[in-house]
């Protein structure tokens, strides 16, 4: 299984990006679809989650201006950001925790880079 992140790029304080990430290979069922984020001699955390069951999860700190989104037919994850700060800025990972008929396993893609500028 590979997960393919794009939407990353520069954009000025109060802007908007869109990431997605599609999944591809021996795919069975999607269980969570997530997106982390982490900024440099930091750990990476979580952004936002979307569980198989329809429940969300945000991080504090995007409660309201992030929004996450999934396809299942498309095994593909959004992430809305609205309102961009420049703490926002980060490589921004997606997860997804993958059914591939006898085991969950997870999956990282490569990171897309979101450079907020104030």
């Known amino acids: 299984v590979q997960l393919q992140a794009s939407g990353g790029g520069l954009v000025q304080a109060g802007g908007s990006l869109r990431l997605s990430c599609a999944a591809s290979g021996s795919i069975f069922s999607i269980d969570i679809m997530g997106w982390y984020r982490q900024s440099p001699g930091k750990q990476r955390d979580m952004v936002a989650q979307?569980?198989?069951?329809?429940?969300?999860n945000y991080a504090d700190s995007v409660k309201g201006r992030f929004t996450i989104s999934r396809d299942n037919a498309k095994n593909t994850v959004y992430l809305q950001m609205n309102g961009l700060k420049s703490e926002d800025t980060a490589v921004y990972y997606c997860?997804?925790?993958?059914?591939?008929?006898?085991?969950?396993?997870?999956?990282w893609g490569q990171g897309t880079q979101v450079t907020v500028s104030s």
């Open positions: 979307s569980l198989s069951g329809g429940m969300t």
């Open positions: 997860y997804m925790n993958v059914w591939n008929r006898r085991e969950l396993v997870g999956y």
